[in-house]
């Protein structure tokens, strides 16, 4: 009886398992745990600064001659970086009186020089800012006033950026850091300065400066604090496997968290390589994996979409497909979309995929670890045991007015908790008398910090941090992000979420690409549906066949209120509007172009519309007609 009873008892311990994802839990936990425990004793060491890492692997016999940067073909040990950092440090001290905790702006591509620049002022105890090097004019010189830097390091490509505002900024010194410059630097001595001069008050100090993708306006600098940056490589090595022997590749630019902390800073907490490229192709990614033997991935999601859309490369010799000729067993990012999740598997040959959801200036992530079909998609997955222990204490989703992006509160003022499977806006619980202890907030901007903390949510006197974002829980604890707050909007008295009409459009055969936002109209409330669409074929005009097809597609997907009205013919994948470097569709722009043929500097923009059972030309005629309140939609 036992002999039989024991497979029974296997089964039902497995399904238990499965369903409270028992296992998945233990794990995650473990992970974040060890994060809490590791900085707690590295902030008692003092060793919250990763220069530390550098040092250490350097300094041991069995890590030192291993490689930890791998660029366009030049590979730099831990020694040798070691070496070259301290003494540029060294110029750095001497020769531009850097002093510690001094804020340096820095202004690179994505490059090995600026891992060394990074590691040479965290080595004098100075802190870097990361200046976006794609802003030119008032963005760039709104970035690097607000860092309230003296002085910006420049590579010489670059140098006619910031030459062009140096008056705006002045009296910023502006350093080109030529070929000529870096050798004098590198040619001094190694010297390594003490202890004391990095020596960190506190944990929620100020270890860089990483600006937001400014989607809605001028960028915010974000305060980026030594155990924000500890606990991200902590738990990121530890999900990825990351160390000896495992190299990641990444196309993410350094001047954003993914790159530079997921990327770079978790590969030295681990002792690992890390293999870059100075900007994202789809003609090159993969070459780049293979000539690497990379691993790992890190991946923002429109850069796969991408990829996903390239053809396929054959081997020259044979004529065999490359796409799953690489070495690559699971990538780590976030904001991949659910139309090219398992496409992107599939096609790829990706084993597993680490999904994550964050900001630079949030106060916590989530982590989706999916390897079948049953999580994709979503941004976090938990069991019983996290979401008891961690998620209903230390998260909410809000019900939501989506006509003012403000969460709906009851008759005693206190937010309304969203049903399952409802929409609304996250929040993130932070200490209520010591909220800088989660929330560090934006860079001498107290007004931006203070807008981002709601009090009295669930109880009087509370505080919780607004993401900003829309996201909803459904059923097997699973999150998924549906929308940034003011992208969502409302028409025919219903919300509709840009996100997913935009993967139900990215599903369609012949679009590439899709940008989905609401804009006004005259004699119409709320706003209508419009897509910057990108179709396949190198972006030209889809056929009349191709626009009845998606119409059926659309209607069969989505209800009625969220077919989009409009489509907007936009030019190839990846320009379907302006997007930020981290190929962030930003929609501003677009909401204020509406519908509209004739541009603002009197191009003709070519646009349809939904009438009957398929997308029309919309022109000159249909807009007047329209404005003057002969159209009713």
């Given at each position: 009886m036992a002999a039989l009873a024991a497979p029974a008892v296997a089964g039902a311990l497995a399904y238990v398992n499965a369903k409270a994802a028992v296992g998945y839990d233990l794990f995650m936990a473990k992970s974040i745990a060890q994060g809490y425990v590791q900085s707690a004793y590295r902030e008692r060491a003092q060793k919250?600064?990763?220069?530390?890492?550098?040092?250490?692997?350097?300094?041991?016999?069995?890590?030192?001659?291993?490689?930890?940067?791998?660029?366009?073909?030049?590979?730099?040990?831990?020694?040798?970086?070691?070496?070259?950092?301290?003494?540029?440090?060294?110029?750095?001290?001497t020769e531009l009186g850097i002093r510690p905790k001094q804020v340096v702006a820095m202004c690179y591509t994505t490059s090995d020089m600026f891992v060394v620049t990074w590691m040479a002022l965290w080595s004098i105890g100075a802190t870097p800012a990361f200046i976006n090097y794609l802003l030119t004019g008032k963005g760039l010189a709104h970035c690097l006033r607000i860092s309230t830097s003296e002085i910006c390091l420049v590579e010489p490509s670059l140098a006619s950026n910031l030459q062009e505002i140096s008056a705006d900024v002045a009296p910023m010194k502006i350093l080109v850091v030529t070929p000529e410059v870096q050798q004098v630097a590198f040619s001094g001595p190694a010297v390594r300065y003490p202890d004391e001069d990095r020596k960190i008050d506190d944990k929620k100090d100020l270890s860089i400066l990483i600006y937001t993708s400014g989607t809605t306006g001028f960028p915010k600098a974000a305060v980026v604090s030594w155990i924000k940056i500890l606990r991200i490589c902590i738990v990121t090595s530890n999900l990825l496997g990351l160390g000896k022997g495992h190299t990641q590749f990444t196309s993410m630019p350094f001047y954003h968290s993914t790159g530079s902390l997921v990327g770079v800073a978790s590969t030295l907490f681990a002792g690992g390589t890390i293999a870059f490229s100075q900007s994202f192709s789809k003609h090159t990614?993969?070459?780049?994996?293979?000539?690497?033997?990379?691993?790992?991935?890190?991946?923002?999601?429109?850069?796969?979409?991408?990829?996903?859309?390239?053809?396929?490369?054959?081997?020259?010799?044979?004529?065999?497909?490359?796409?799953?000729?690489?070495?690559?067993?699971?990538?780590?990012?976030?904001?991949?979309?659910?139309?090219?999740?398992?496409?992107?598997?599939?096609?790829?040959?990706?084993?597993?995929?680490?999904?994550?959801?964050?900001?630079?200036?949030?106060?916590?992530?989530?982590?989706?670890?999916?390897?079948?079909?049953?999580?994709?998609?979503?941004?976090?997955?938990?069991?019983?045991?996290?979401r008891t222990l961690f998620f209903d204490r230390m998260t909410l989703i809000v019900r939501t007015d989506w006509a003012t992006d403000t969460p709906v509160r009851d008759a005693r003022g206190?937010?309304?908790?969203?049903?399952?499977?409802?929409?609304?806006?996250?929040?993130?619980?932070?200490?209520?008398?010591?909220?800088?202890?989660?929330?560090?907030?934006?860079?001498?901007?107290?007004?931006?910090?203070?807008?981002?903390?709601?009090?009295?949510?669930?109880?009087?006197?509370?505080?919780?941090?607004?993401?900003?974002?829309?996201?909803?829980?459904?059923?097997?604890?699973?999150?998924?992000?549906?929308?940034?707050?003011?992208?969502?909007?409302?028409?025919?008295?219903?919300?509709?979420?840009?996100?997913?009409?935009?993967?139900?459009?990215?599903?369609?055969?012949?679009?590439?690409?899709?940008?989905?936002?609401?804009?006004?109209?005259?004699?119409?409330?709320?706003?209508?549906?419009?897509?910057?669409?990108?179709?396949?074929?190198?972006?030209?005009?889809?056929?009349?066949?191709?626009?009845?097809?998606?119409?059926?597609?659309?209607?069969?997907?989505?209800?009625?209120?969220?077919?989009?009205?409009?489509?907007?013919?936009?030019?190839?994948?990846?320009?379907?509007?302006?997007?930020?470097?981290?190929?962030?569709?930003?929609?501003?722009?677009?909401?204020?172009?509406?519908?509209?043929?004739?541009?603002?500097?009197?191009?003709?923009?070519?646009?349809?519309?939904?009438?009957?059972?398929?997308?029309?030309?919309?022109?000159?005629?249909?807009?007047?007609?329209?404005?003057?309140?002969?159209?009713?939609?």
């Amino acid at each position: 009886m036992a002999a039989l009873a024991a497979p029974a008892v296997a089964g039902a311990l497995a399904y238990v398992n499965a369903k409270a994802a028992v296992g998945y839990d233990l794990f995650m936990a473990k992970s974040i745990a060890q994060g809490y425990v590791q900085s707690a004793y590295r902030e008692r060491a003092q060793k919250l600064n990763l220069f530390c890492d550098l040092e250490y692997w350097a300094a041991r016999a069995d890590h030192a001659d291993l490689p930890f940067l791998v660029y366009q073909g030049r590979t730099w040990t831990y020694a040798q970086l070691h070496d070259t950092v301290l003494r540029y440090g060294h110029w750095l001290r001497t020769e531009l009186g850097i002093r510690p905790k001094q804020v340096v702006a820095m202004c690179y591509t994505t490059s090995d020089m600026f891992v060394v620049t990074w590691m040479a002022l965290w080595s004098i105890g100075a802190t870097p800012a990361f200046i976006n090097y794609l802003l030119t004019g008032k963005g760039l010189a709104h970035c690097l006033r607000i860092s309230t830097s003296e002085i910006c390091l420049v590579e010489p490509s670059l140098a006619s950026n910031l030459q062009e505002i140096s008056a705006d900024v002045a009296p910023m010194k502006i350093l080109v850091v030529t070929p000529e410059v870096q050798q004098v630097a590198f040619s001094g001595p190694a010297v390594r300065y003490p202890d004391e001069d990095r020596k960190i008050d506190d944990k929620k100090d100020l270890s860089i400066l990483i600006y937001t993708s400014g989607t809605t306006g001028f960028p915010k600098a974000a305060v980026v604090s030594w155990i924000k940056i500890l606990r991200i490589c902590i738990v990121t090595s530890n999900l990825l496997g990351l160390g000896k022997g495992h190299t990641q590749f990444t196309s993410m630019p350094f001047y954003h968290s993914t790159g530079s902390l997921v990327g770079v800073a978790s590969t030295l907490f681990a002792g690992g390589t890390i293999a870059f490229s100075q900007s994202f192709s789809k003609h090159t990614f993969w070459s780049e994996v293979r000539a690497t033997k990379a691993n790992s991935i890190v991946y923002i999601g429109e850069a796969l979409r991408y990829l996903l859309d390239a053809p396929p490369e054959h081997d020259a010799a044979t004529g065999a497909c490359l796409d799953k000729k690489h070495h690559v067993r699971t990538i780590y990012g976030a904001g991949l979309r659910a139309d090219v999740w398992p496409r992107f598997k599939e096609r790829f040959g990706i084993d597993t995929v680490i999904e994550f959801y964050g900001a630079t200036e949030g106060v916590l992530g989530t982590w989706n670890i999916s390897r079948n079909s049953f999580s994709e998609g979503a941004v976090a997955r938990v069991g019983w045991l996290l979401r008891t222990l961690f998620f209903d204490r230390m998260t909410l989703i809000v019900r939501t007015d989506w006509a003012t992006d403000t969460p709906v509160r009851d008759a005693r003022g206190r937010c309304v908790r969203a049903a399952l499977g409802e929409t609304g806006e996250l929040l993130l619980k932070v200490p209520a008398d010591d909220i800088d202890a989660a929330f560090q907030g934006y860079y001498n901007n107290a007004q931006a910090t203070r807008d981002k903390i709601l009090r009295d949510v669930a109880a009087a006197g509370d505080a919780w941090f607004r993401t900003g974002d829309a996201l909803r829980w459904e059923r097997d604890g699973l999150l998924f992000f549906r929308d940034r707050l003011g992208d969502t909007f409302r028409w025919k008295g219903e919300n509709v979420s840009t996100m997913e009409v935009g993967n139900v459009m990215g599903m369609h055969p012949c679009v590439a690409e899709a940008n989905v936002y609401g804009v006004e109209l005259p004699h119409h409330d709320g706003r209508a549906g419009c897509a910057a669409t990108a179709f396949c074929g190198g972006g030209g005009a889809p056929s009349p066949a191709e626009l009845a097809s998606l119409a059926a597609h659309l209607r069969k997907a989505l209800p009625r209120y969220a077919v989009p009205l409009f489509i907007r013919l936009v030019d190839g994948v990846g320009r379907a509007e302006t997007t930020t470097g981290t190929h962030k569709q930003q929609k501003v722009a677009l909401r204020k172009a509406g519908v509209n043929p004739v541009g603002e500097d009197g191009e003709e923009i070519t646009l349809y519309w939904l009438r009957g059972d398929t997308y029309v030309p919309f022109g000159k005629e249909e807009w007047r007609r329209m404005q003057v309140g002969k159209v009713k939609l």
